[in-house]
């Protein structure tokens, strides 16, 4: 495997060329013009705001026409296109290992009424406390994440989330189906350290914890400050009689009277939160309940240990009076090292929101009007495309800066400062689209006719509605 990072340019321009071959090779229907629609997404000069004006491009060989019929009527191999985003190269933390951040990016559609498929998405308003609930399409994304202060990221997978899916169990699921395409393309091998996952709050990390405990992998993740864990339970004393104890005493995180003494702390100094402060308790788990998440669990439920995190900086940007950031991790008998290693590894899952930004006000992800979830699902996977080619041709960009931007070496180039050359680095690679046919237009609707079958109009939300309580739901089981 060719290491685009250590691969001179010749290694890194055929490392591009092949992945432009598979994933043309992925496009089983309207590949041509899919494949074009890419290579104008990648050298359009300035951010796409319409669909259509990529029609303009001079990569773009064929009509607005083809363009949308393309996105409507095209198919896409997701499962071949999966396997190939595995086999590149991927992004290593400082000790070699793996690190992957899932998170959840919505594609809105507030005034789309006749798209089905419809959730309602929590979007954060500008000021604090003020976030909004708007429908749209959220897609579960993962990514591989580099070391150090970048914006750049792997991406691996994207996933829609329907209105009857379960989110934690499509996560579990996609994640599982990540870590073993993997350890397929040799990324990870028996003797390795295990592949980091960090995730923030608004996921269930106990459940993802225990749903991959036979994986090869550790889940951290933020909690909420108003938790409550629990120590494992103290050792039987000889002669007691009745049920073992199952928990010890609680740990309340908004409560320091109920802590006790860390197993591990560290303080490091770093450049943009001044000293961080990390405290670390060994073998607390939350108490679990057949209700929510685990109401389909059989049987008994299972005690999940974990090592808790207290993260504290000196300062923020524009914070005076930074509160602590807890963690949970799925190891146990974490070293100071280790607990360094967690929480470093969790500020990285924020170059994800980089990349989000590049694809909705750069590339353009949610600039298309598009109708169906599926025409949606294509023109999502066309972005990621785009902007792995982005990520391969790294090495190869020259700085084409402004003369208001600073010079960057050539390995510290954004993703938006790589596409702005990437029309030359296109001319280098392989263009395996054919040429378009000569064609007239089709005839269209005919003058003065109605459309008489209008779209059906679809309600926003969740369709599978959850039982509460452990009763109603053996109730409706039985």
């Not at 050359?421 to 378009?436: D, M, N």
Request: aromatic letters at 6%; proline letters at 8%.
């Amino acid at each position: 495997m060719i290491s685009v990072h250590d691969a001179g340019a010749a290694g890194a321009l055929r490392v591009l060329s092949r992945f432009r071959t598979e994933f043309y090779q992925c496009l089983t229907a309207r590949a041509d013009t899919l494949f074009d629609l890419t290579d104008a997404v990648l050298c359009t000069d300035g951010p796409v705001r319409t669909l259509v004006d990529l029609s303009l491009a001079p990569e773009m060989r064929r009509g607005h026409g083809a363009l949308y019929d393309a996105l409507a009527c095209g198919r896409l191999d997701y499962a071949r296109l999966r396997r190939s985003l595995a086999t590149l190269p991927l992004p290593r933390a400082a000790d070699g290992r793996v690190v992957l951040a899932v998170d959840v990016s919505s594609w809105l559609r507030p005034d789309a009424a006749t798209s089905p498929d419809r959730l309602f998405c929590h979007v954060y308003g500008r000021a604090k406390n003020n976030a909004q609930l708007i429908p749209g399409w959220p897609y579960s994304v993962v990514a591989a994440l580099e070391t150090g202060r970048t914006s750049w990221t792997a991406i691996l997978d994207a996933i829609r989330l329907g209105p009857a899916d379960d989110a934690t169990a499509v996560t579990a699921t996609q994640l599982r189906e990540v870590v073993t395409r993997l350890q397929a393309a040799g990324h990870w091998r028996q003797g390795d350290a295990d592949i980091l996952i960090v995730m923030d709050s608004g996921y269930d990390v106990t459940r993802l914890a225990f749903a991959l405990a036979d994986l090869p992998v550790e889940i951290t993740g933020r909690l909420r400050s108003d938790r409550v864990l629990l120590r494992p339970a103290p050792p039987r004393r000889p002669g007691t009689n009745g049920r073992p104890r199952k928990h010890g005493g609680t740990f309340t995180l908004a409560n320091p009277e109920s802590w006790h003494e860390p197993d591990a702390s560290t303080t490091t100094d770093t450049t943009p939160y001044g000293t961080v402060e990390a405290l670390a308790w060994d073998r607390l788990h939350p108490r679990l309940t057949h209700r929510g998440s685990w109401l389909d669990h059989e049987g008994e439920l299972p005690i999940v240990e974990g090592t808790l995190i207290r993260l504290q900086v000196e300062h923020l940007p524009g914070d005076r009076d930074p509160k602590p950031v807890w963690l949970w991790s799925s190891a146990t008998g974490a070293s100071p090292a280790h607990v360094d290693r967690l929480w470093q590894a969790f500020l990285r899952r924020f170059d994800i929101e980089h990349t989000f930004r590049l694809f909705k006000q750069t590339l353009g992800w949610t600039a298309p009007k598009v109708r169906t979830p599926e025409a949606a699902d294509r023109w999502t996977w066309l972005i990621i495309a785009a902007y792995t080619q982005l990520r391969l041709a790294r090495p190869l960009a020259a700085d084409l800066r402004r003369p208001w931007e600073k010079p960057a070496a050539s390995g510290r180039l954004t993703p938006s400062r790589v596409r702005r050359g990437f029309r030359h680095l296109r001319a280098k690679s392989t263009h395996p689209a054919s040429a378009p046919k000569p064609s007239t237009a089709g005839p269209g609707r005919p003058p003065g006719s109605k459309n008489r079958r209008p779209a059906p109009r679809h309600d926003v939300g969740k369709t599978v509605k959850r039982d509460l309580t452990l009763e109603a739901h053996r109730q409706r089981k039985g």
